[in-house]
C-alpha cells in the first residue's frame, strides 16, 4: 500500500530546513522512501505542487485577475509569487532518477483545478510521463480556501455559501476526469469552518460525478493536524463514495519525509468502517488494484 500524496519542499520562504527548493540532492527521495516503508507503505507516489513550479506560470495565469474582492486577490498573487520557487523538469528528472535506482516511488503530481484552464493544463501535463495526477481545489476564484491568513472570509461570505461554491468546483473537478485522484475532497473544513450536518446534498454530486469519470479519492490523514482535526474527506462522504463503486487512495500529503506515510493506519481503518477492501495505485496513468487486508 502506498503513500499518494507526498510533496518534496515544505511551503513558504525557505528557512533552511531540507534543501534549497527546486534542489534533490542525493538521500533526500530516499530518506522519504525509508519513513514510508518504516511505517508499513510499500511505495511512495510524489505529487509536488503544480502551481509551485515556474513553467506553470504560463498555463495556469493570473487567475487570481478576476477575483472582484482585492484583498483576496493580493494574498493569493502574494502567495504564489512566494512559493513558485520549483522546476517541473526538475522535480520530473529526481523522481524519474530515483525510478531508475529502483527505489518504490511514482511520479504524480498535485494539479491546481480552475474550470477555465484544466483543458490547456492537461494538454500541457501530456508530455511528461506521469503514473498518476491528483486534482485539488485550492482557489475558489482568487480566494485561498485552505489559507489561515484569509480565513476571515468564511465570516464575510458565509460557511454554507463558501461550502456551496468550493463543491461546486470540486463537482466540476470530478467530472472533468483530468486527474486519477481527488486531492483532500472536503479541504474546505480545513480550518474548523463547519455546518451544523455534513452537507450530504453537497456531496452527493461529487460522488457521482467521480463514479461516472472513474476518479478515485483520496483518504487523507493531513486534515488531523489541521484545525479540522478529521481525515478528509468526512466518514458520511467517505461512505458515499464507497457506495457509489469510487476507489480510494492512502494519503499522508507530507511536506518532509519524517511525515511520509503519517497515521496511515487511521487512514487503512478509516476505507475499512467505510466498507473499502481494496485501494488503487497507478502506473502511466492505469490502475492497480492491492487489496486493502494486506495493510499492516
Ligand atoms: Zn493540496
Ligand atoms: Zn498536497
Do not use: N
Request: charged residues 30%; aromatic residues 10%.
Amino acid at each position: 500500500m502506498g503513500d499518494h500524496h507526498v510533496h518534496l519542499h515544505p511551503h513558504g520562504p525557505y528557512t533552511g530546513e531540507g534543501p534549497p527548493p527546486g534542489e534533490y540532492p542525493p538521500g533526500h527521495l530516499e530518506a522519504y522512501v525509508e519513513t514510508a516503508l518504516a511505517r508499513g507503505a510499500d511505495e511512495v507516489g510524489f505529487t509536488e505542487h503544480l502551481y509551485r513550479c515556474v513553467e506553470s506560470a504560463e498555463v495556469l495565469g493570473a487567475f487570481w485577475a478576476t477575483e472582484p474582492r482585492e484583498d483576496l486577490a493580493r494574498q493569493a498573487e502574494a502567495f504564489v509569487r512566494e512559493d513558485r520557487t520549483l522546476s517541473l523538469e526538475r522535480y520530473v528528472d529526481a523522481v524519474v532518477a530515483a525510478k531508475d535506482r529502483g527505489l518504490p516511488v511514482l511520479l504524480g503530481l498535485e494539479v491546481d483545478f480552475f474550470p477555465e484552464t484544466i483543458e490547456a493544463v492537461t494538454a500541457f501535463l501530456e508530455p511528461y510521463p506521469f503514473d498518476f495526477l491528483i486534482g485539488s481545489v485550492h482557489w475558489v476564484g482568487g480566494w485561498s480556501i485552505d489559507h489561515g491568513d484569509v480565513a476571515w472570509e468564511f465570516e464575510r461570505r458565509g460557511v454554507r455559501r463558501a461550502y456551496e461554491e468550493y463543491f461546486a468546483l470540486e463537482r466540476e473537478l470530478a467530472a472533468s476526469g483530468a486527474v486519477d485522484v481527488l486531492a483532500h475532497v472536503d479541504v474546505v473544513k480545513k480550518q474548523g469552518h463547519r455546518l451544523p450536518e455534513p452537507p450530504v446534498d453537497l456531496y452527493r454530486p461529487v460522488v457521482e460525478a467521480a463514479a461516472a469519470t472513474g476518479t478515485a479519492v483520496e483518504v487523507s490523514t493531513a486534515g488531523l493536524h489541521q484545525p479540522a482535526g478529521e481525515l478528509y474527506p468526512h466518514p458520511t462522504f467517505l461512505r458515499m463514495f464507497r457506495e457509489a463503486g469510487v476507489e480510494i487512495t492512502l494519503a499522508s500529503d507530507a511536506h518532509r519525509p519524517e511525515d511520509a506515510a503519517r497515521d496511515r493506519a487511521l487512514a487503512v481503518a478509516a476505507a475499512k468502517e467505510a466498507g473499502y477492501h481494496r485501494r488503487v495505485t497507478f502506473e502511466q496513468r492505469r490502475r492497480r488494484f492491492r487489496p486493502l487486508e494486506d495493510e499492516p
